[in-house]
């Protein structure tokens, strides 16, 4: 069975501060994609990256970065700067190759404190 | 910018009635989900389908709810008869393989 924890259910940082979201998951299987997604106030889901199993480089896009850490069974997410716009509830999920059912975690709500 | 669309984006309805719910994917997609969110239980994937033919229903409870896939531009969710525990955000994706872009959410209520 799968699982993906995110054990910071809230943070608050003040504006321009860097944070970083923890995830840690659970799998069995050698091939799988790891994912962010983030939920802003108004309610959508909002497709920030997909990771494979095979590449643990690190990504950045922008203010964000993502640490793929196999050892740890670790994908965490960092905001670097935060701005208010960051305020959201961001979840990790999990999915196996070939079959596309995401598993998420119960996701960390983020403030941003202006 | 393609982006899922739902409909409706709000309903509330009485206990007994039946709802349905409408996704629009985006164009080329072919695998089509359907999540609910509650507070109490996250997110959770009632069905999705591949090229409109259902893969995975089995987090719908089958007794109330179904899934159909009548065209490739249109997922529907069907709940009848409707129960207080339905209510929740339910979330329509679509995907190539292996990434999902998830529409807005429709918000049921059902009293």
């Known amino acids: 069975a799968q699982k993906v924890t995110q054990a910071q259910t809230e943070i608050s940082v003040v504006e321009k501060e860097d944070v970083t979201l923890d995830c840690v998951y659970e799998?069995?299987?050698?091939?799988?994609?790891l994912f962010w997604y983030k939920q802003p106030p108004s309610g959508e889901l909002v497709f920030l990256i997909r990771?494979?199993?095979?590449?643990?480089q690190n990504e950045i896009s922008g203010r964000y970065s993502w640490n793929f850490q196999k050892s740890t069974s670790s994908f965490n997410f960092t905001i670097t700067a935060s701005q208010v716009v960051d305020s959201a509830v961001y979840f990790c999920?999990?999915?196996?190759?070939?079959?596309?059912?995401?598993?998420f975690g119960t996701g960390t709500r983020l403030t941003i404190i202006p | 910018d393609a982006r899922v669309t739902q409909t409706p984006r709000h309903k509330v309805t009485e206990m007994g009635q039946e709802v349905t719910m409408r996704c629009q994917p985006i164009?080329?997609?072919?695998?089509v989900f359907w999540y609910r969110q509650t507070m109490m239980q996250g997110l959770e994937l009632l069905a999705y389908?591949?090229?409109?033919?259902?893969?995975?229903d089995s987090g719908m409870p089958k007794d109330r709810f179904s899934a159909e896939m009548p065209d490739a531009t249109l997922a529907t969710l069907k709940i009848q008869p409707s129960e207080p525990r339905d209510s929740a955000v339910y979330f329509c994706?679509?995907?190539?393989?292996?990434?999902?872009?998830f529409g807005p959410g429709t918000r049921l209520l059902v009293l």
């Open positions: 994706a679509s995907g190539p393989p292996e990434t999902q872009y």
């Open positions: 799998t069995r299987d050698t091939t799988y994609y």
């Open positions: 990771r494979n199993s095979f590449d643990e």
């Open positions: 999920a999990l999915s196996y190759f070939g079959n596309e059912k995401l598993t």
């Open positions: 164009l080329g997609h072919n695998t």
């Open positions: 389908f591949r090229n409109r033919a259902p893969l995975d």
